[in-house]
């Protein structure tokens, strides 16, 4: 097999983004049939930089998170990652090879899972399907006969697989589309919105899957969700982009320290119908504990008070949840003065 | 077991085994036959409403011969060479090339692409055609079985005259799937126009309109007029419709059936070609463009 691209060594990344960009024209015209007509002869189009210079470097066996609102950029990355789309500009190796040119070799390494979309034969069942795969990537009877048995008992889903994947639940269908996904054994996953529309238990299922999956075959796996509950589960680092562009890069408790405006003091005193409002805005309340939200930098300060100035049996201080910080980071996004104009527009 | 195993060539990343895989060809076979296997395990989830879609589609090819037939007696028992019962052979052996020529049209892609079903298979390491090139053949299977009494019922009817010899039956079987080839071939051709634009219908339905002046499917050939049949010979419907029937009626000689194999073997070769390099293009600008 000829090689153009440097194969990746022990120290190399899993994926490498260096400056990535992804520029999509759209037409547009205002609603009416005035318009309509008009843009028969004038073509109204915007450029939209969907992703706008972004850099990482994702070591083999990280789980990361990738975060970020609604058109923020999340999945034409993860498109791009996986080959689905060629960059605007910029560079990106996956496994040491160049996604946009869809090497066999390379495609048989990895796997994109969009929670919304599903690949399996809708009318007959999930075993069946899994016997196309085990053709189209070419796996041993032997392998694929122990992979597969290995997924379906990890994801308990021995019963589904024989059933048409039109008679399955969203979850139940979400489940046998992962076991469809991995049986090749992929080395690289992107997971788009796996649990999405998913129930609680279905969710912490999945979580457990993928962090399994990760621990016994050490793959990398680069995630979004909107469910910050999956990222504190599987993910230590995380990505945050808003606007194609990357505004956090680190630890998930970083994300906290560093954008979190506030903390929460949870205080239980000997009488709790005294009036704390003056320390802080209550957000809670029960018979034994009062929630307050207080300014980060105040915390010290007011915590100190309260310990001195009321009769306090208990006192917790928290960051905030993680959804609160994630909005805090998105609305530092928008509010962002420095961010270049994004959009241009052409005729 | 090691005889037909190989491996990637590429080193694995770091700390993850590399794994054997099935030879090249074996697994190109094993892919076709198992993408036959599932298509027919699709096809029999829903038999009846295909029995019922092949009834319907009988009524074309029993119009045609009706109006031929009537025709032909008012004639003095024969127009253009056809007597009622050479009509009724070629509209029966029609209705079975009619559904063998049932392939994946650009209205499927316009579906496929609109709904992302493009974008899972260009994640897999093999090119997208041979999933509807197996997978369209595995249903022919089941086309077959419930051809056979519809066939049965209309020879019953319509008493016809066949006399093929022995290389007319073994060409028509070898035809059979040429055309198949063929009309697939095109058909994605005109479906990868959907790259460009998510309106193709208009182009599918001009080819359509194409195909059953100049294929054989509205009336045989040599029953158009000699300009017709002169531009029939520069396209390749005919060698989808009207050569295999030809084939099995009986109307052709040792040359013609050997130069419509060679034919139908070019045309799949232009086909072929055309989807080479329009796939090239068309994906690059689908990646361009995404979904």
């Known amino acids: 097999m000829p090689e153009d691209h440097p194969v990746p060594g022990p120290a190399d990344p ?81 496994l040491g090879a160049t996604p946009s040119r869809r090497e066999k070799d390379f495609l048989s390494r990895i796997t994109l899972v969009m929670g919304n979309r599903n690949q399996l034969e809708w009318d007959i069942p999930a075993a069946d399907s899994f016997e196309l795969n085990r053709a189209i990537y070419r796996i041993p009877p032997q392998a694929f006969a122990e992979t597969r048995d290995e997924l379906v008992e990890l994801l308990e889903v021995g019963d589904l697989v024989r059933k048409p994947v039109r008679n399955l639940s969203l979850g139940e269908r979400m489940k046998v589309e992962i076991v469809g996904s991995l049986l090749h054994r992929p080395q690289v996953l992107f997971l788009d919105e796996p649990t999405i529309g998913l129930d609680v238990t279905m969710q912490k299922r999945i979580r457990a899957f993928v962090a399994e999956y990760n621990r016994r075959y050490g793959a990398t796996v680069l995630l979004t969700s909107h ?51 003056a320390y802080g805005e209550v957000i809670h309340r029960d018979d034994q504990k009062i929630t307050l939200r207080v300014p980060k930098l105040e915390t010290s300060r007011i ?28 609305a530092s996004g928008e509010d962002d003065e420095r961010l270049p104009e994004r959009e241009k527009v052409s005729e | 077991m090691s005889a037909v195993v190989e491996r990637s060539g590429r080193p694995a990343a770091p700390g993850l085994p590399d794994r054997p895989r099935v030879g090249r060809v074996r697994s190109m076979v094993d892919l ?47 127009v253009g060479g056809y007597t009622p019962g050479e009509f009724a052979a070629y509209y029966i052996v029609w209705t079975l090339v009619r559904n063998i ?42 086309v077959l079985v419930l051809w056979l009494p519809i066939a049965a019922i ?46 193709v219908s208009a182009i599918f339905e001009l080819y359509m309109a194409l195909e059953l002046i100049f294929s054989g499917r509205l009336v045989p050939l040599t029953l158009l007029p000699g300009w017709a049949q002169g531009v029939a010979n520069f396209l390749p419907f005919q060698w989808t419709f009207g050569f295999p029937i030809n084939a099995l009626v009986g109307k052709l000689s040792t040359t013609q059936l050997l130069e419509g194999l060679g034919m139908q073997a070019l045309w799949i070769g232009i086909g072929a070609t055309i989807i080479h390099f329009v796939w090239r293009a068309g994906i690059r600008r689908f990646s361009s463009v995404g979904n």
């Not at chain 1, 808003?242 to 890069?249: M, N, P, Q, V």
Request: hydrophobic share 45%; glycine share 10%; charged share 15%.
């Open chain 1, 14 to 94: 899993a994926i490498r983004v260096v400056e990535l960009r992804k520029t999509f024209v759209v037409p547009e015209r205002e609603a009416g049939l005035k318009h309509a007509i008009r843009s028969l002869v004038r073509r109204r189009t915007r450029q939209v930089n969907a992703v706008d210079g972004i850099s990482f470097d994702i070591a083999p066996g990280e789980v990361v998170g990738f975060l970020g609102p609604n058109g923020a950029g999340k999945t034409t990355t993860l498109k791009m990652l996986a080959g689905l789309l060629y960059p605007t500009g910029g560079g990106l190796t996956v």
């Open chain 1, 227 to 277: 469910y910050m509950a999956d990222v504190v589960a599987l993910c230590k680092r995380v990505i945050v982009i808003h606007h194609g562009r990357i505004l956090f890069d680190g630890g998930l408790s970083g994300l906290s320290s560093r954008f979190a405006a506030y903390k929460t003091i949870g205080v239980t005193l000997d009488d709790p119908t005294i009036d704390l409002g």
């Open chain 1, 303 to 330: 915590t100190a008070r309260l310990l001195s100035e009321q009769a306090v049996a208990d006192l917790t201080i928290e960051d905030p949840p993680i959804e609160d910080v994630i909005e805090t980071v998105f």
């Open chain 2, 32 to 78: 076709y036959l198992t993408e036959m296997r599932t298509a027919i395990a699709v096809q029999f989830q829903y038999r009846v409403a295909n029995y019922f879609y092949m009834i319907g589609m009988v009524a074309e090819p029993v119009i045609y011969l009706v109006v031929w037939s009537s025709v032909a007696r008012s004639q003095g028992g024969a």
């Open chain 2, 101 to 142: 020529n049932i392939v994946f049209t650009p209205y499927g892609w316009e579906w496929r692409i609109q709904k992302g079903q493009l974008s899972g298979q260009l994640l897999r390491p093999i090119h997208p055609i041979h999933y509807d090139l197996g997978y369209f053949a595995g249903m022919k299977f089941v």
């Open chain 2, 154 to 199: 209309l020879s019953l009817a319509f008493h016809p005259t066949l006399q093929p010899s022995g290389l007319g039956i073994g060409v028509f079987f070898v035809a059979l799937w040429g055309a198949y080839l063929i009309r697939s071939l095109n058909m994605w051709v005109l479906g990868m126009i959907t790259f460009w634009t998510t309106r």
